[in-house]
C-alpha cells in the first residue's frame, strides 16, 4: 500500500501507488512510425484516498504547517499526522497504516481528525479509479491506461487490465469509532463511503478502513472470501496478527551490528523489512510471481523482474527458504518461454529474457528511441544472456543450504539443464582447441559492443565464462548426487551423454583474457581507451553515469575502460576468490598470488558505481585483502543508497531490492564472515575496526544458528548437533549448548 498521504492523487510530490506482484499489462504506442509495446507493472485503483471538508468547502492539503511521518518496523506500521491550517482554524489529521502479513489479502488503515474549531465536517473515504501509470516520468509518454474499470457495487471495485485481462477485486469497509452512518455513492468510475458530523474543538473522531485486494492472476483466486473476510475482520484484529506476526519475525531475523554509526542498524532493519515486504511465503505461495527489481515500491523498469535475484533469493534460502522456493518456481514455470526464446533466436536449450514479466518473453526493447535526434537505435541490453547462469546459481544456493532435492526434481533440474543446452551450443571451438562465447554482455552494462562494430555483445566475457564453467562443474556433481534423478530427467529432455561430455570438456576450455594476473572483462578489453576520470569530476561533479555524460559529449562508453560495476568481481561476490581462483585454474590460466590485489586495484580505478550493487562487490574483495575501513566505507554507502538517495532521484520510481539484499549477504558472508560455500559452516570473522559485534541466526543444512561475533571471538549456538568450523577450529557442536571459539 502506498507511502502517500492519504489525501494525495498524483502530483508532482506526490504518487499514491498500490501493486499486486505478477500484475501486468501490455500497452502499445505509436511513435516516431513505429508501435511501441511495453508490459507493466499495473498500478491499481486507489482505496486509501481521503477527502476532508470544512463547511462543505475541500480543505487546502498545500496548506501544512506541520508533517510528522514514520515506519515502524518493529511493528510494521506507517504513521502520519499533519496540521492544516484551514479558514475555521488548525485541522489535526493522524493516519496509521498497516498491511496483514497473515491474511495477505488485507490491509487497512485508520484515521483521526481533531478540530481546533467548531464546524460541520465532512469525510469522504474513497476509492479512486482515475489510475494511470505515471510514476516514471521518461515513460509517461506511452500509453499509461493499464486497466478499464468493469463494476462498482456493494462496497467492491471490479477492474480488469485491458490486454492481459487480469480481473483486479478491490473491497472496503470504512467504519467510524463514534458510530456514525456512512452515505454510500457507487456510480461507474467512483465509490466513496460518506460520513458527515458536527465537528468539536479537541474532540478528535476515528474512521477505520479495512481493504482487501485479489486478482485473478492468483492460484488460488476466490474474490468472494476475500469479501468476507473485509466485512468480517476489523482494523484491531489486523494489528494483533501482525505484532504477533512482526514480534516473531524480529525474534528470528533480526541482524544486530554494534557500532559507532548510530543510523547503520535502522538503515540494516529497514533493508529486512523491505526484503520481507516484498515476497512472503504467506502469500507467495499462491502466486505465480518473482521480485522486480523495485519490488513493490514504484514503476521503476516498468517492474520486469532480472537478475537482481541473485542478490536476495540467497537471502531468502537463509532465512525464508519457503519463500526461496516459490520464488524460483516462478522461473521454472517460465521455461517453456525461455525455450521459445532460444528458438526464436536460433539458439538452443532455455534463454532467459533478461527483463522478465508475466509470460516470459523478452521484454528488454529491441531498439529505443534517441530523444535527440528522434531517431531508433539497438537496444542490447537483452544481450546479457547471464541470466540464465543467475538463475541456475540461485537453485544452487538454495540447495545447498537447505538440501531439499524436491524442487530438483520437480522442475529444477530440467531448467538447469536446458540452460546448459543453451550455453553448449554457443561455446564454440576455436584453433586453439579452446571454446569461446560469442555476443553478449557482462553485468556492466556500460558496454553494448566493441568500437565501431555493427552487431551488440562481446567475446569471453569474464564473468560469463567463469560462472559458466562453475554451473558446468555442479552439473557434473548433480549427476552423481542420489538425492537428483539425474538419469531420468536427461533422458526425459534429451541431454545426453554427448552433451555431459562436450560439458566437461567447455567447463576446462573457456577462454579468458589474462594479462599480468588481471583478467579482462572481455576479449579486447585491455585495447579500449583509458578516461581521465579527474577531469570528469572536475568537470561533472557526479560522474557514477559516466555513460550518460560520453553520449551528450558525442563519444561512447565502447571505446573507453570504464565500467557500470565490475564483472570480474562479481564472480568474487558469488563464489569467493578461492572457488574463483580455482575455476579459472581449471580453465588452465595461472594466476600470481596478488591476483586479487591487483583486479581489485584494475577495476576500482576504472569503475563509477552506475549500478547500487557495484560497491558491495568490491567491498568483498577489500575486505579479503585487508582493507577493511575502504570495504566499510563501500558497504555503508550501499546500505543506506535508497534512504539518501545517492543516484539522483532514482529512488522516487522505486526501491532498489537487489542492493539490500546484496548488502545483507556481505555482512553475513563477509564481516561476520559466515561461509557456506563448503558441506559444514566456517566462520571467519573480518568485521570493519569500528563494528564492535554482529548478532543474527541463520538456517544451513536443515540446522538453525545464532551467532555472536567479534573480531576475536564467535559464541555459537545451534538447534541440533552438527560440525562446524570456526578460526580454522573444527568442532561437534551440540544441540542447544552455546559453544565459545576464540580467535
Request: glycine share 6%; aromatic share 12%.
Amino acid at each position: 500500500m502506498a507511502g502517500a498521504p492519504v489525501f494525495s492523487q498524483y502530483n508532482d510530490d506526490h504518487y499514491p501507488g498500490l501493486y499486486a506482484a505478477g500484475v501486468f499489462n501490455q500497452t502499445k504506442t505509436p511513435m516516431a512510425g513505429r508501435d511501441v509495446i511495453n508490459e507493466d507493472f499495473v498500478n491499481l485503483p486507489n482505496p486509501q484516498l481521503f477527502k476532508i471538508y470544512v463547511e462543505q468547502k475541500e480543505i487546502d492539503y498545500q496548506k501544512i504547517i506541520r508533517r510528522f511521518s514514520r515506519l515502524d518496523l518493529k511493528q510494521g506500521q506507517e504513521f502520519d499526522e499533519y496540521d492544516f491550517q484551514t479558514e475555521k482554524g488548525i485541522l489535526h489529521l493522524q493516519t496509521v497504516k498497516i498491511v496483514d502479513p497473515v491474511n495477505y489479502h488485507l490491509f487497512g488503515l485508520e484515521l483521526s481528525l481533531t478540530p481546533e474549531f467548531d464546524a460541520p465536517i465532512q469525510v469522504d473515504s474513497i476509492v479512486d479509479t482515475a489510475i494511470l501509470n505515471q510514476n516514471v516520468e521518461r515513460y509517461r509518454d506511452f500509453d499509461s491506461r493499464e486497466f478499464d474499470v468493469k463494476s462498482i457495487e456493494n462496497k467492491s471495485v471490479m477492474a480488469q487490465t485491458r490486454q492481459s485481462e487480469i480481473k483486479i477485486h478491490l473491497f472496503v469497509n470504512t467504519t467510524s469509532e463514534e458510530n456514525l452512518d456512512a452515505i454510500l455513492i457507487q456510480n461507474d468510475q467512483e465509490l466513496i463511503e460518506r460520513f458527515k458530523f458536527d465537528g468539536k474543538s479537541d474532540v478528535t473522531n476515528h474512521f477505520s478502513k479495512v481493504i482487501g485486494l485479489t486478482t485473478s492472476n492468483e492460484l488460488n483466486y476466490e474474490p468472494q472470501k476475500v469479501a468476507e473476510q473485509v466485512q468480517d475482520t476489523n482494523l484491531d484484529q489486523i494489528f494483533a496478527r501482525a505484532d504477533l506476526y512482526w514480534s516473531q519475525f524480529w525474534k528470528f531475523h533480526d541482524l544486530i551490528v554494534e557500532s559507532d554509526n548510530s543510523e547503520l542498524q535502522t538503515l540494516i532493519r529497514l533493508n529486512i523489512f523491505h526484503l520481507q515486504q516484498a515476497a512472503n511465503h504467506n502469500a507467495n505461495q499462491y502466486l505465480d510471481a518473482s521480485v522486480s527489481s523495485r519490488a513493490l515500491t514504484g514503476e521503476g523498469y516498468r517492474g520486469h523482474i532480472f537478475w537482481d535475484e541473485i542478490f536476495f533469493i540467497p537471502y531468502y534460502a537463509k532465512n525464508d527458504p519457503a519463500t526461496a522456493r516459490d520464488l524460483i518456481h516462478y522461473r521454472i514455470r517460465r521455461l517453456a518461454a525461455a525455450k521459445q526464446n532460444a528458438r526464436l533466436d536460433d539458439e538452443a536449450g532455455a534463454m532467459y529474457s533478461w527483463q522478465s514479466g508475466m509470460y516470459g518473453d523478452e521484454q528488454a526493447q529491441v531498439i529505443h528511441l534517441n530523444p535527440v535526434d528522434n531517431k531508433w537505435d539497438p537496444d542490447n541490453s537483452r544481450l546479457q544472456r547471464h541470466i540464465s547462469l543467475a538463475i541456475a546459481y540461485d537453485v544452487w544456493y538454495y540447495y545447498h543450504v537447505t538440501g531439499d532435492a524436491t524442487i530438483l526434481n520437480e522442475g529444477a533440474l530440467e531448467m538447469i539443464l536446458e540452460i546448459c543446452k543453451f550455453w553448449l551450443h554457443k561455446a564454440i571451438l576455436d584453433d586453439q582447441g579452446r571454446y569461446d562465447i560469442n555476443g553478449v554482455m557482462g553485468p556492466d552494462e556500460f558496454h553494448e559492443k566493441y568500437p565501431g562494430a555493427k552487431n551488440g555483445g562481446f567475446t569471453n566475457n569474464a564473468y560469463t565464462n567463469i560462472m559458466l564453467a562453475w554451473i558446468l562443474d555442479w552439473v557434473n556433481k548433480l549427476a552423481e548426487d542420489p538425492k537428483v534423478s539425474f538419469g531420468r530427467i536427461s533422458k526425459e529432455i534429451g541431454f545426453s551423454s554427448d552433451l555431459m561430455k562436450k560439458g566437461q570438456e567447455v567447463s576446462r576450455k573457456l577462454n579468458l583474457e589474462i594479462k599480468d594476473g588481471i583478467i579482462a572483462q572481455f576479449a579486447g578489453y585491455f585495447n579500449l581507451k583509458r578516461l581521465d576520470f579527474a577531469e570528469y569530476e572536475k568537470k561533472y561533479g557526479d560522474i557514477h553515469r559516466i555513460d550518460r555524460i560520453l553520449k551528450a559529449e558525442g563519444k561512447s562508453p565502447d571505446d573507453y575502460q570504464v565500467a557500470k560495476q565490475a564483472d570480474v568481481l562479481m564472480t568474487i561476490y558469488n563464489l569467493g576468490s578461492s572457488e574463483t581462483k580455482r575455476i579459472i585454474n581449471q580453465l588452465g590460466y595461472d594466476l600470481p598470488d596478488d591476483w586479487l590485489e591487483k583486479n581489485t586495484k584494475y577495476y576500482l580505478e576504472r569503475t563509477t558505481h552506475g549500478s547500487t550493487t557495484s560497491r558491495p562487490v568490491f567491498a568483498i574483495s577489500l575486505a579479503d585483502l585487508g582493507q577493511k575501513e575502504k570495504a566499510e566505507e563501500f558497504l555503508e554507502t550501499a546500505i543506506g543508497s535508497d534512504y539518501y538517495d545517492i543516484q539522483g532521484g532514482t529512488t522516487a520510481e522505486g526501491i532498489h531490492i537487489g542492493v539490500m539484499g546484496e548488502t545483507l549477504e556481505v555482512i553475513t558472508s563477509c564481516f561476520a564472515g559466515i561461509n557456506i560455500m563448503g558441506e559444514i559452516l566456517k566462520v571467519q570473522p573480518q568485521l570493519p575496526p569500528k563494528w564492535d559485534k554482529v548478532q543474527l541466526e541463520t538456517n544451513f543444512k536443515e540446522v538453525s544458528y545464532n551467532f555472536e561475533i567479534s573480531s576475536d571471538q564467535v559464541q555459537v549456538i545451534a538447534d541440533d548437533d552438527c560440525q562446524i568450523n570456526v578460526f580454522g577450529q573444527d568442532r561437534l557442536l551440540k544441540g542447544h549448548e552455546k559453544s565459545v571459539f576464540k580467535r
